[in-house]
């Protein structure tokens, strides 16, 4: 039996971008960088790392970040190299159906494999979408982009792995 995947997605589940300007959450880190010709002030909690590596999961970046999250995110909350969903030219395509534009590049990856994915930007019509098309189960689960990844978070995670291997 494999494990579940469980694809992550940067900022709003490990980078609440939403939070108050002015005020870092606690525990949260400030990190600037430049990305997508961009300057970024980008906050992380160092304690994500252990909690997502101590969640019975396969690890995935699946954000826009994609291989780039290697080399600024995982370092900071302490998390290895970990393989990534390539977007390609799916990468922020509008999609008429609603379908958020990383849903089916996610699929593909996860090929069958039971998976959550924590993101701040799923809708109905993902789930609708996943259960359609994913014959596994699949956890879309909804992180808010003012507080990122709490306890209920991992609590439900856990709950998800404890009972999904394919």
């Not at 959450?25 to 960088?33: A, F, I, N």
């Not at 980008?42 to 780039?68: E, F, I, R, S």
């Not at 799916?90 to 090929?111: C, M, N, Q």
Request: overall charge negative.
């Amino acid at each position: 039996m494999s494990r579940p995947l469980l694809f992550l997605d940067v900022d709003g589940p490990l980078n609440p971008y939403a939070a108050q300007p002015e005020r870092r959450p606690e525990g949260y880190t400030t990190l600037r960088v430049t990305f997508q010709s961009r300057r970024l002030r980008v906050w992380l909690n160092p304690a994500h790392g252990a909690a997502l590596l101590a969640l019975d999961y396969d690890l995935c970046w699946a954000t826009t970040w994609m291989d780039t999250a290697n080399r600024w995110i995982g370092p900071v909350v302490g998390l290895p190299e970990l393989p990534y969903v390539d977007f390609g030219e799916s990468l922020f395509a509008h999609r008429p159906d609603g379908v958020h534009w990383k849903t089916e590049a996610i699929l593909a990856y996860a090929d069958g494999r039971p998976f959550a994915w924590v993101d701040d930007e799923q809708s109905p019509a993902d789930d609708e979408f996943v259960a359609a098309r994913h014959p596994a189960p699949a956890l879309l689960h909804h992180v808010d982009p003012r507080i990122g990844l709490r306890e209920p978070d991992f609590t439900a995670l856990a709950a998800f792995a404890a009972t999904r291997h394919d």
